[in-house]
């Protein structure tokens, strides 16, 4: 840590990808130690605490399907309440994990090896909890299935023209690529460290999971064009996902929600989201595991730099919402943003304003943009305001067309556990990968050491 | 490490692979022939209270369907008849017969006779006797062959996909209305001739459409 | 390591100080016209398959017919429920309204392609392959770790324990090991 | 005899001989009572998931559960089953009787409609007359005979009664008395007759919290007879209402709606339509409707008319007390004065000057002057002496109070009512009912006089009891029962009977007796059968009389101050209070369900610093209550209005403690408004259901209209309709050209917003009732809404109502967003929402622009009484939790009439169809039908100039059209703001 801290460099000098003198066995070492060495116990005590919370959420579902969606507090005009904000509001998180997966992967950003396999692994934990939303908001859960095209005996199809059916295909495809791609960049370092498995036990679990795995040409061949194709194709989803579920909002005639920009505004806001979440849990991880070395302060500022681009192209979008809204002419239109501004839910719009467009910008200045404690606070900021944008999103329908049906959406007891179960369910899971898996992808890191170039005249 | 996991390990990805094929394919035939309605539903045969034989009155004897199963071609329900239909022969026919006991006994206390219902249709679907009796569609279509039943069995699944498969294309089921309850009726030669006659005459357009059946 | 009786030889085995070594000397296999060998490292090294002479992997053609497959499907199975098997009006649009199937037509190729991509590259690498001969030896597991190893197997046509384990040597092994097994 | 071929009564008396039924009843009577739907969760049950279970039937492959056939042993041949039976009969309220046509189901009433024979219904209902099918199931109705308290049988009261009925009859019935409520039956007052002959020396009362007793006065003031007034609206060009909500909650408001508009529609430009002048202290359903209104508190409307009748005088109508009276002539609206005494003038014998039943005797008998003078008597209204009325009276009330006080009653027999309840507080009556030895009460529930007698006996729903009632022009017609009675109820007839004659008599015989004389021996039995068939006796009723006017003295003190109004409210006078479809109907001017509130000003609202549901309490002399204050535009700013006959403590589970009881307020001096009124904030809030937050249009061309004027010159409307592109699809449209293509025409210019057709709908539709809370959550169910708005200036409002339900748009915004294909549409044009497919994602209801579509958040329908599940319409799904519902058009109709038409080889004709809300609109605002058929109703109205689409620029197509709104202002008192009124709204 001590040298990336003050490691300046003339502009155009890449600076080393990581730090501390690192060789091959000292990657395996270290990362693979995290996963051998004994259970501590800040680990239990954040377990037990992510699970209860997981439980919680556990709960809520049970006694939501017991007594049915009114123990929202939806109503009509407002149907859609908390559940379909977290939806969008996990989906969105997700997708930072595989733009820097796929993405910087097709850009040849080489520094996101260090980063990569945690984003992703995230990505996998977030879009599980978002999953859970459209499953269980809908009225009569035990017949959900009836949005899958089964062959039944009604001779019933389900309706593709639907953006909530786009939906489901979207985000469970998303999720099934996701964990092929994450399970893949796996397969490496699990034989890693199945190779330094000493209990019967570990070398039983991890030979299995590892598929015997032996580093051949023969095979590295094969798994490197494999990964390039997921990836190449991954991007294209990744951008589309949140598009798709933008199109639940877009394509209908609420004002507010009838907005061509939705889409790529939806995936600014993502990745925005996204990159939050990583910052926060890389920030806290690289602490908690020594990882400094690996995830370095220029990681994490590439990252701020990201999240500062993303954060004015959302705000660009809010701001072009506003011009559009009066350009088009459409009293339904303007009325819908002025009331977002100033109407009975200014409060949250203006939340939203600040932590999305106002605190990204501390970001401008370099000394904040590597200061630990500055991009903590505002990783966790920006994710409160993504989560405010969506909800800002949703409950204009409390105010669409004819005002006789206006009304206002309070959450209840409910809603609130249900949401914050899903931040448990999420650090549960998250906290099991950390404590079972390669939090870093070695073999790419290995990778990209110097000493990895066939032509490097480096010592052995 | 040396060698952790014995060689024929080797077969099981091969294995798998082919059982989770052909599983799957098991498992899909299984849902599909277990779970239909043609299984779980057709050839319910429930006793009844009354040990009371369509066979016989229906097939031997030749009584018309609605003898008893009064105004279903006036209303959407098929009438269970009341037990007076009953006596109105039993009082004469066979008065002291053992199975006939609850029914006589039914006629003096008032006490109904409570049939078990074969053909059921859920409360959210609205099937109407009356519009299939005038459109030409006989008895035996929905009911089978109730003449040779000697307790009534449920012949058709009563599914939604089979109520349609007719509504999409009615033509084998139709028949002159005054053979409706002609349990031994043959389409004849000119079937199709004369179907595409009634079609234009009666405006035979079956439903489709969800508000045919649902309200 | 060579003990029990009536073991087989399954390779012969030699590590390589670093990855340049281990590209030099697979063009050398290469060239010497060996086909069944192998460079085993903890990382993809740049310029291998060239060095050891290998063709270019088919997993893309697979991936790709597996992704149109998936479209076509999608896009099928959309216009056949809503046109033929059961066609309801929606909102008096069109019953094939093929703009509103791309998204679910471009989420299965996607998903086609994924796995066809994934299942392929298994397949091709025989993989799960939990039993493997190199895996008799002690050393060969620190491949995944800091070592390169290149492995001639016994059953290639040119395969003579003595020779290999020579060539290897002369090549900058700096370690020759016979592997073998049960 | 009649009761032998109407077996099939016995139907459900069979069904309440099972065990199950049984069960059923213990469970449903609890003594700890909580509201019936809503929010009782403790009373949820699993069900729920067993639905869910039994939806999954078809996948855990189980054998679908028995079910039981049970035919009857005798088919009487009136019943196919699932075939409805339609009955003529009368429902009584008050003085008046309303003819009603009974749908039943297997011998189950499920649906009422207005019967076009009758003078007083004339085939259209008020939400009162079809809700009251729904007391039928009230499961908390009363079901047997209590005796201090404890169950006895009918026989114990009457072997009890024959002593008294002996002892009394020596003594000449000293110390008995009768307090009966006020009515207007023939058998009924032949009884009364009867009794009177037996005990001569008793004392009848007749009395009632809500009566038309000043009505009454009034006109004996100005004629010196009782005389009932029959007003024609159809006749009348201007009418002035004085403080006369004729089209809402007075007597007669549905033959007036039918009048009045009638009056008013206007088919083409070349139409003339009346003008409506209202004067009255707080908004009602007739001030939505006026041309002209002024917001003058009870006190002075008085001295209003006064100043009226002076200028009328001076300008050549002499109207005989306008001298007579000595009061100082009252600044009042001057203007309005001055214009209105004009148009009376120019339409002589085509006005109406009409007083409500708040109003002092003096104002009626201004009133009837006027309309004498005026020459509208024996056109716009006619005066029937009509022989039968029992009329309620205060003063009698009071003697009875007093005897009792002194001792000088026994007995006294309470023969319906509830005056513990209602009576004026000054005469503390359940203490004095402690003085009395016995004390009987006849009352379809335990309420809180049963509480204070010492006999209660549960009293038949008019559904299931015989008798006869007149209506207003005297015209004779058969109360007949359609069920027998489902608890161990008697009816008023079989009561009366006791009484007067000792003995126990079938209803039925002495309504039979009654008639006799009445039809004529010659022919009777045919013609008693006609009655019976076309609820209506044959033989119309007394002739119409003209009086002389005879003007007694009139007193009118002008009030002062503060003053209180009370008003009557949609449960009538408290009695329908335990009906879960009125409660959660909201109010047609505030729009609050389940629940009262003091209506206030916003400029007193100001003065007071008060907001909405702010809790305030009203002190009249000493006596108060404390209620919260609703802030409603067009209230009179020096008055406050609380409505009666909420704030009951024993009307059963619904409607125990919903609202605050403004009787405790309400003395024998001031029984409709008091003056000095001193009001106060308390701290507080309290919630109310409102199920309109938002009163303004904001500009939008939601209700559209102009003035007659304006549209004869320019068929254009306000707001004007947004500009939008021209609504071109994308794609190639679906068409509709073939076969029937159904279609719903609502004219704005004629709805009242009276709420018929959302019970109506409520009835038909199975709509579930949902309580307080999940309508304070905003998850009211009704399918049919009325929207009403606001227009103009806060303090001088226009109001605007819209009837709103599913729109049935051609390219429906909610179908293409189902993930299920749960909504689509039908070649015929309906959006259909099939209950079944639908899993419950609430899209559709977001992308419907006119939120009509209404979500089961709960599993409401198990929330109900099996008893009240028998008022459902089996034609109809029941809709479980988890599912979307809305306006079907009603479906149900559509498909019976079309399968109907088909076997009979021919095709719907039009106006075959009705769909509930249209059967139930007095003002035939909805007219429905083939817009194929170009010559079809609905077609033409689609025609019509005056017709737009709510939303058009949406490009949705809606079926449903509204024709435009239109006002007759008089060109004299326009305000600019009025006509080109864009500006104006919101």
Known sequence: MSVAETTEHA???????????????????????????????TWLLAFGAAGSLALVLLGSIGYLFYEGTGIWGLNVPVAWGWAIVNFVFWVGIGHAGTLISAVLFLFRQRWRTSINRFAESMTLFAVICALVFPGIHVGRVWLVYWIFPLPNQMGMWPNFRSPLLWDVFAVSIYFTCSLMFWYVGLIPDLATLRDRAVTKVRKFVLGLFSFGWRGGNRQWKNYELAYLILAGISTPLVLSVHSVVSTDFATSIIPGWHTTIFPPYFVAGAIFSGFAMVMTLAVISRKLLGLQDFITLNHLEKMNKIMLVTGMMVGYAYSCEFFIAWYSGSIYESFAFINRAFGPYAWAYWIMVTCNVLVPQVFWIKRWRRSIAVMFVASILINVGMWFERFVIVVSLARDFLPSSWDYYKPTFWDVSTLVGSFGLFFTLFLLFARFVPMIAMSEVKGVLPEADPHHGGKP | MAQFFPKWTNYIPTVTAIGGVLGLIAVIGFVWYYFSPEY???????????????????????????????????????????????????????????????????????????????????????????????????????HGDVNRMEVVMLSEPLSMGWCLECHRNPDENLRPVAEVTNMRWENPADHARRVAGWIEEKQIQPPIACSGCHR | MATATKERIYSVLAEFGSAGELLHAAEKVRDAGYKKFDCHSPFPIHGMDRAMGLKRSKVGYIAGICGLCGGAFAMWLQGWTSTVDYPLVISGKPLFSWQAYIIVTFGLTILGAALGAVIGMLVLNRLPQWFHGNFYSESFKRFSDDAFFMSIEADDPKFDVDRVSEFLKSLGGRTVEVVKGA | MELKDKEYWRSLEQLAGTDEFRHYLEREFPKGTVELAGNSWSRRSFLTTMGASLALAGLTSCRRPVEKIVPYVTRPEEIDPGVPNYYATTMPLGLSAYGVIVTTHEGRPTFIQGNPLHPSSKGAVSPIVQASLLDLYDPDRSRSVLHHGKETAWDDFVAWWKEQYDRYKQSGGEGLAVLSESFNSPTLSRLKRRFHETFPKAQWVAWEPVSDENIYKGIELATGRVLQPVYDFSRAQVILALDCDFLGTESEAIANTVGFTEARRVRSRSDAMNRLYVVEPSMTVTGMMADHRVAVDRGRVGSLLLALARVVTARGVPIEFARGVNRPNTELASDFVQVLSGDLGMHRGECLVVAGRAQPPAVHAMACAMNAALGNVGRAVTYHDIASLVLSSDTDLAALAANVEKNAVQTLIIAGGNPVFSAPRDMSLSTLLEAVNDTVHLSSHVDETSLSCSWHLPRAHYLESWGDAQSWNGANSVVQPVITPLMEGRGDVELYALLAGG?????????????????????????????????????????????????????????????????????????????????????????????????????????????????????IDGRTLEIPAWISPGQADSSISVALGYGRAAAGRVGNGVGFNAYKLRTSDNMWFATGVKLRKLGPKYSLACTQDHGSMEGRPIVRENTLAGYKEKAEFYPREIEHPPPVSLWDEHKYDKGYQW?????????????????????????????????????????????????????????????????????????????????SHDPEGLNVMV????????????????????????????????????AQNPEVTVRFRGVMEKCTYCIQRISLAKIKAKNEGRTVTDGEIRTACQAACPAQAIVFGNIGDANSRVSQLRQNDRRYRVLEELNTRPRTIYLAKLRNPNPALVKDTDAKAEGGHG
């Not at chain 2, 679907?125 to 005038?134: E, G, L, M, P, Q």
């Not at chain 4, 609820?535 to 002008?558: H, Q």
């Not at chain 4, 539709?765 to 809404?785: F, S």
């Not at chain 4, 899993?839 to 008893?867: A, D, Q, W």
């Open chain 2, 40 to 142: 779980t539903d057709v050839g319910y045969r429930p006793v009844q209270p009354v040990e009371y034989s369509h066979k016989v009155h229906a097939g031997d004897l030749g009584t018309d369907c609605r003898y008893c199963h009064t105004g279903v071609e006036r209303q959407a329900h098929a009438n269970v008849p009341p037990t007076r239909t009953c006596m109105n022969c039993h009082t004469m026919v066979k008065t002291d017969s053992e199975k006939l006991a609850l029914v006589r006994n039914s006629y003096a206390s008032g006490q109904p006779i409570e049939w078990i219902r074969v053909h059921n249709l859920p409360d959210f679907a609205y099937f109407d006797h009356s519009a299939h009796i005038n459109a030409g569609v006989g008895c035996i279509s929905c």
């Open chain 4, 743 to 823: 279609g719903m025409a609502i004219d704005l210019n004629a709805c009242t917003g009276c709420n018929a057709c959302v019970v109506a709908c409520q009835a038909e539709n199975n709509i579930p009732i949902v309580g307080k809370e999940q309508v304070c959550n905003g998850r009211e169910m009704h399918w049919m809404r009325i929207d009403r708005y606001y227009a103009g200036d806060i303090h001088d409002p226009r109001v605007l109502v819209q009837p709103m339900n599913c729109q049935h748009c051609e390219m429906a915004p909610c179908e293409q967003v189902c993930p299920v294909a749960a909504t």
């Open chain 1, 11 to 41: 502009p155009g000098y890449e600076s080393p990808l990581i730090t501390g003198e690192q060789t091959f066995g000292s990657i395996s070492r270290k990362i693979g130690e995290i996963t051998e060495r004994k259970t501590t116990m």
């Open chain 4, 503 to 619: 003995e126990e008599v079938s209803a039925h015989d002495a309504v039979r007796e009654t008639a006799q004389p009445l039809l004529g021996r010659a022919g009777f039995e045919s013609k008693w059968r006609a009655g019976l068939h076309d609820g209506i006796m044959p033989g119309s009723g007394p002739a119409a009389v003209v009086p002389g006017l005879s003007m007694g003295e009139l007193d009118l003190a002008d009030a002062d101050g503060l003053i209180l109004s009370f008003d009557c409210s949609k449960h009538f006078d408290g009695r329908f209070a335990n009906n879960g479809w009125l409660q959660e109907l909201p109010d047609p001017v505030t729009k609050l369900a389940w629940g009262n509130a003091a209506l206030i000003s916003p400029k007193l609202a100001e003065e007071y610093d008060l907001e909405n549901e702010d809790m305030v309490e009203l002190d």
């Open chain 4, 835 to 870: 209950y079944n497919r639908c899993i419950g994602t609430r899209y559709c209801s977001n992308n419907c622009p006119y939120k009509v579509r209404r979500f089961n958040f709960f599993n409401y329908m198990n929330e109900l009484p099996e008893l009240i599940k028998m």
